[in-house]
């Protein structure tokens, strides 16, 4: 069972960098289709903004794919810092969610199981460097229920590392959005290695925090 969950979310996150590349490709060939239809507008940019609120809201549910298009009408500094914006404040929003509500909404909003496997990423201990680290390297909007649930974080510490580390995956998406797809191929290739190797650093650091938790519960009752 366990296998099964964790093949569906290696699937999912291939899903996604799949779609990434294939919008990237659409957003290039039908770019001043793209900018006619939806322009330079706020409003625009608010209707986008709100598509990333919902995207962090309802994980595990991702608009990474749509980042190369936002690149395409607004250039990747605007790109990037409308996806910043719209990544911290849905996180802000879970925080909330989560913290005033607690588990019988985050089921309704997104997978629980999900969530509790999740949660094993996040740090004991140096929390806003954690949580920074985990933004940078595991942009997926259900860390924002993980770290708020099973986590004594404040919120001005969350929404600060929240931003800082989002900041980093956000420009640099932004950015890779606007190059050829042979480049973004190779830039993706690159990023999937680095999270693969990043995941099994902490599942093996979360077995080894067990073993050694188990040895000393059983040194206890021993005793």
């Known amino acids: 069972m366990e296998r099964k969950k964790e093949a569906k979310l290696v699937l999912f996150i291939l899903v996604i960098f799949a779609c990434f590349l294939l919008f990237s490709y659409l957003s290039k060939v039908y770019s001043d289709e793209i900018r006619i239809y939806i322009g330079y507008s706020i409003s625009g940019m608010i209707f986008y903004i709100i598509l990333i609120n919902l995207d962090v809201v309802l994980a595990p549910i991702s608009v990474i794919p749509l980042i190369p298009i936002a690149t395409s009408i607004w250039g ?115 990023g999937i290695v680095i999270i693969i190797i990043f995941s099994l650093l902490l599942y093996f650091e979360s077995k080894v925090r067990k073993k050694v938790l188990k040895k000393l519960k059983k040194t206890f009752m021993d005793e």
Request: hydrophobic residues 55%; charged residues 10%.
């Open 76 to 190: 990747w500094q605007i790109a990037g810092l409308l996806t910043l914006l719209g990544w911290t404040m849905g996180s802000i929003i879970v925080f909330f969610i989560t913290r005033e509500y607690g588990v019988p909404v985050i089921k309704k909003l997104t997978n629980i199981e999900y969530v509790w496997k999740i949660q094993r990423a996040i740090p004991e201990k140096n929390l806003l460097f954690g949580i920074i680290l985990i933004r940078i390297f595991i942009p997926f909007d259900i860390m924002s229920y993980a770290i708020s649930l099973f986590t004594k974080v404040k919120m001005k510490t969350y929404a600060t590392a929240t931003f800082i580390g989002f900041a980093a995956p956000a420009f640099i998406l932004a950015y890779i959005g606007g190059f050829n797809l042979y480049t973004q191929l190779i830039i993706a290739l690159i």
